[in-house]
Structures are given as structure tokens and as C-alpha cells.
């Protein structure tokens, strides 16, 4: 297994995190992305190999509704911070993943507006998806609805020839790889175009796809990603262990085994889209899902807070990703003291992973199954070694790991 089968990444929401203003018309611009160099050994000692970033691209707000891929958002910094970020990543061992978004660009993306004023002959006319005969005139399609995001005609080969200079030119300047935000919303074959173009200038990258439902399996073998979301999974744990219903966990790690003969996936219990884990199970919950997590097969991500417990809610209204997405202390030492168990609980089981790497491509067969206790045994391939794991919600979310030998690994005694 190379790096990345390998990595286990701390999800960081850059604009969130450094304190940027996300909804202020005149934000004042700040090299706040340096925030994150005093934080980077504590990904360290989290047990992490590397920072899963969110978008840190010229944006108008949220960072998806992107201006200027080929420049750092002003709120964050300019392009020697993030070279900076880079540099001290590497000087830890820590790799550097970008969130690419591909897929839409703001309404108010200065080469649409120009395009939708000079008509269909504008040179750049060919990268966005426009409605020539929309009533009232020309309007660019939109991204789910969302009438400030506007799509991109990913039929057109100038939108490939787009990304592949984007992607190329951060890996270029030092990042590892590429999350590439609402990929199953584009065809697959679009990917299949521009992935092969940039791997062969960076042929250690890694492609981690955003798909939230859909056959994971297909996606990956048609667009050539070499990861996607499983989000499946990321659902199964935390409504099996809140509902006290056991028998959704063994269906979809089923699943799960099926994924992992054709691809290793991104593997998760939180991240900025989504509800706290702490919120939605409690500390104690929260560990437990955080156990199943680092003994199944996968690529785990952490995201940042759900270590220290975190609480909030994502709500489906402006603004109801805040809560989810919040400012962070200039440095560990601002955090608060409640959240140290839960984070030492995260070193452990991360500690754990670490030690076990075959974890990473491991499937899972189930020893003994009931509605609020399950048993099962992660093991590598070929009748490799193998971890056992207990989980029993009859009184409070609990977990038990234990060797070949016999030997309880977590929790700690």
C-alpha cells in the first residue's frame, strides 16, 4: 500500500476555522490561513498523517462559490501563506489535500458575467452551462437549485483543459491531492478526461471523489477517482448506535466489503456538511462510532473539533452551517478542558489504527449479531491478522477490541 491507502487526515474547514468572515461584503483580508501552522503539531500528536482542507480558493462567501481557482481567498491569505503551509506540513510528515470545486462557480463569477453580456461568440462561453433561450435572456443553469452557484458545461473540452491547469497548478506548488467537491454531480466521463492528463505530471496524487448515494463502485471505475465518500457507512454508525439497532451496521458493512475488492474509500463519522457526531451521539457515543471507524476497512478522515467533542447542527437555512463550521483558538492551548477525554480517547484509537495498517483494506465478518450488540472481526486479506470487535449498547454505548491472542486492546486498562 502506498501513502495514501495509508493516510488518515484531519478535515479542516479553512475559512471556519481562521476565524474569516464568511458572509461580509467587505471582508477585511488577512493572512488568517497562518492560524493553521500552530496547529499542525497537534495533528501530529492527534495521530494524523495529513490536513483534508476545505476550499481555500478566491470565493464570494462559503468558499464553493469560487471567483478565482488560481488564487488564495484574501480572507485567508495569498499564495506565500499557503507555500508556507506546505513547507511546514512537510517538515512534520504531514501530506496537503485541496478541496477542487469543478463543478459551479459564483453567479457573480466575473468571465460569466462577461460571457452573458457579449453572447454566445464569447470566447469563455464554451466553460459555463448557459440557457441561451431562457426567457427574459440568456441565464446560466444552476447547481442544485441554488441560484448563486452556477454550473459548468462539463461537455466541453475547454472545462477539462480548466481543471487540469487547476489542479495542476497546486500540485505543482507542493499539495498532494484533490478532494473534488460534488462529484457525482458531474458525468464520470468528465473525470476520465482530466484525471489521467493530471496524473501524468503528478502520478503520486490522490483523487478523492465527493458521492453522497449512488453505486460508489460504478463511480470510481468510470471517472477513474481513486476514493469516494461512504457515506453509507458514515450513516449506518451513528443511526445504528442512536436507534439501538445493530442489524443496520452488519447490512452496511456487508456493503462495505464489497467496496473495499474495487477501491479503498474515504471512510468518516463527521464532517462540514453534516451534524456533530457529539450531538448527535454524545461523548461516549461518540468514541464508540469513532472505534468502529478505526477497525474497518477504509481511509479515515477526522473532522476538526469531533476529537475534542464538539457540539452542533447543521440546519438547512442561511447560516445553518455555522455551528458546524466554527472559529478555532489560535492554538490548542485555547481549548477548552471538557474535550480531553474524547481526545485522548481519538489518539488511542488512532494510536491503534496506526500499529494495525492492514486496517486499511480489511474486511469484516460477523460473529454474533442482536439488536444492541454486535461482535465482528476485522481481518486482513488471505487469513491475515485480525482484531475482534464488541459492541454493546445495553446500557451506554460501549466497545471492546481484542487481538488474536486474546488480548483487549481498547479499551485501555
Keep these: 500500500m502506498g501513502w495514501q491507502e495509508n493516510a488518515i487526515w484531519w478535515h479542516v474547514y479553512p475559512l471556519g476555522f481562521c476565524g474569516a468572515p464568511i458572509r461580509d461584503v467587505d471582508a477585511t483580508p488577512a493572512p488568517r490561513i497562518r492560524r493553521l ?24 462567501t462559503h468558499g464553493y462559490d469560487v471567483v478565482d481557482p488560481f488564487r488564495i481567498d484574501p480572507r485567508l491569505g495569498d499564495e506565500r501563506d499557503l507555500d508556507d503551509l506546505v513547507v511546514a506540513c512537510r517538515a512534520r510528515g504531514l501530506r496537503l489535500v485541496l478541496d477542487g470545486v469543478f463543478s459551479h462557480v459564483d453567479a457573480g463569477h466575473p468571465d460569466l458575467l462577461r460571457t452573458l453580456g457579449d453572447g454566445a461568440a464569447d470566447r469563455d462561453a464554451g466553460i459555463f452551462d448557459i440557457d441561451w433561450d431562457a426567457p427574459g435572456g440568456p441565464a446560466p443553469r444552476v447547481f442544485e437549485g441554488h441560484a448563486s452557484l452556477a454550473r459548468l458545461d462539463h461537455a466541453d473540452p475547454r472545462t477539462a483543459d480548466h481543471a487540469v491547469r487547476v ?4 500540485l505543482d506548488r507542493g499539495v498532494d491531492g484533490w478532494r473534488l467537491d460534488a462529484a457525482y454531480s458531474i458525468d464520470p466521463a468528465f473525470w476520465a478526461r482530466v484525471l489521467p492528463r493530471v496524473r501524468a505530471t503528478h502520478p503520486d496524487a490522490w483523487f478523492l471523489g465527493e458521492v453522497i448515494h449512488g453505486d460508489y463502485s460504478a463511480f470510481v471505475d468510470s471517472s477513474g477517482v481513486d476514493s469516494v ?14 436507534d439501538g439497532n445493530l442489524f443496520e ?8 466489503n464489497g467496496f473495499l475488492q474495487r477501491f479503498t474509500p474515504n471512510t468518516f463519522v463527521g464532517n462540514h456538511d453534516v451534524t456533530r457526531i457529539a450531538t448527535t451521539l454524545g461523548p461516549d457515543g461518540a468514541v464508540t462510532a469513532l472505534a468502529i471507524l478505526m477497525t474497518v476497512g477504509g481511509i479515515p478522515s477526522i473532522y476538526a473539533g469531533d476529537e ?29 478542558p471538557w474535550g480531553r477525554r474524547v481526545h485522548r480517547a481519538h489518539q488511542d484509537l488512532i494510536g491503534l489504527r496506526r500499529r494495525h495498517p492492514w486496517l486499511a483494506t480489511a474486511t469484516t465478518q460477523t460473529l454474533s449479531l442482536a439488536g444492541t450488540r454486535y461482535a465482528y472481526r476485522a481481518q486482513a486479506a488471505h487469513g491475515g491478522p485480525f ?22 486492546l481498547w479499551p485501555r486498562s
Design 229 to 242: 465518500t461512504q457515506y453509507e457507512l458514515w450513516k449506518a454508525i451513528w443511526s445504528s448506535l442512536r
Design 37 to 60: 501552522l500552530g496547529w499542525l503539531d497537534y495533528a501530529v500528536e492527534l495521530g494524523a498523517s495529513g490536513l483534508l482542507l476545505g476550499p481555500v480558493s478566491a470565493s464570494r
Design 249 to 256: 451496521l452488519d447490512w452496511a458493512l456487508r456493503r462495505h
Design 387 to 408: 482484531l475482534d470487535v464488541a459492541i454493546d449498547l445495553d446500557r451506554a454505548p460501549a466497545v471492546t477490541i481484542a487481538d488474536a491472542a486474546g488480548e483487549v
Design 308 to 336: 475534542q467533542a464538539f457540539t452542533g447542527i447543521k440546519e438547512h437555512r442561511l447560516g445553518g452551517d455555522d455551528a458546524i463550521r466554527p472559529s478555532f483558538p489560535d492554538t490548542p492551548a485555547g481549548l477548552a
Design 167 to 170: 489542479m495542476t497548478h497546486w
